[in-house]
């Protein structure tokens, strides 16, 4: 609930509205818009404490996941992942599955589509950021994909339609005091 809140400020500061005159519609799939705010793109993703806004000039996805011990990383990538990232999972486990995931899913929300969909997009790449496109299927891309530095126990990416670069600055909307966690998320704004 607080993600939604920040994200609501953050939107009503960016576009110079009060946050509760904001009102929003849905694409086919159920990604967010702000009604009347041509050229501005967001997309929201929380796990554990950790909440990531990303707004953008351009259609834009973000994911956070907070890794996962209790997951069957081989089954899911053997299920959902072209081979390449298959054998990287089988490789790396966690960490490798947590990032590709969270790539995936970053390029999915840019495209407001559905996670299934976008499960065969390969995002196996070593630098922080690459372009990465569909060989077939439903989301062609191109997408542009970056991950985000977070703490070691969260893999995080954003991606944007298009090839063209981006810049990604770290806001931190609410911080916690040290060592106090009352289980509210922190949340990042990403642009």
């Known amino acids: 609930m607080l993600a939604h809140a ?7 500061e960016r576009l110079g509205r009060p946050p509760a005159a904001l009102s929003f519609t849905r694409g086919p799939w ?3 818009e702000v009604e009347g705010a041509a050229g ?15 707004l ?3 259609p834009v996805g973000v994911d956070v996941e907070l890794a996962r011990a209790d997951l069957d990383i081989n089954r899911l990538a053997g299920r959902f992942f072209p081979p390449e990232e298959r054998r990287l999972v089988a490789r790396d486990g966690h960490d490798a599955f947590t990032r590709l995931w969270t790539r995936k899913e970053a390029c999915v929300k840019a495209s407001g589509g559905r996670l299934t969909q976008g499960m065969g997009i390969p995002v196996a790449h070593t630098g ?19 991950d985000l530095p977070l703490p070691e126990q969260y893999a995080g990416s954003v991606a944007l339609i298009g090839d063209g670069p981006f810049n990604v600055s770290r ?17 990042s704004a990403v642009k």
């Open 40 to 54: 501005l793109y967001f997309s929201l993703s929380h796990s554990g404490e950790i909440a990531l806004l990303a």
């Open 128 to 146: 922080r950021e690459a372009t990465v496109y569909a060989r077939s299927g439903p989301l062609p891309g191109p997408w542009r994909v970056a």
């Open 171 to 187: 806001r931190m909307w609410y911080q916690m005091p040290p060592g106090e966690s009352d289980g509210n998320p922190r949340t």
């Open 6 to 12: 920040a994200t609501r400020i953050v939107l009503g």
């Open 56 to 58: 953008a000039s351009r």
């Open 30 to 32: 159920g990604k967010p």
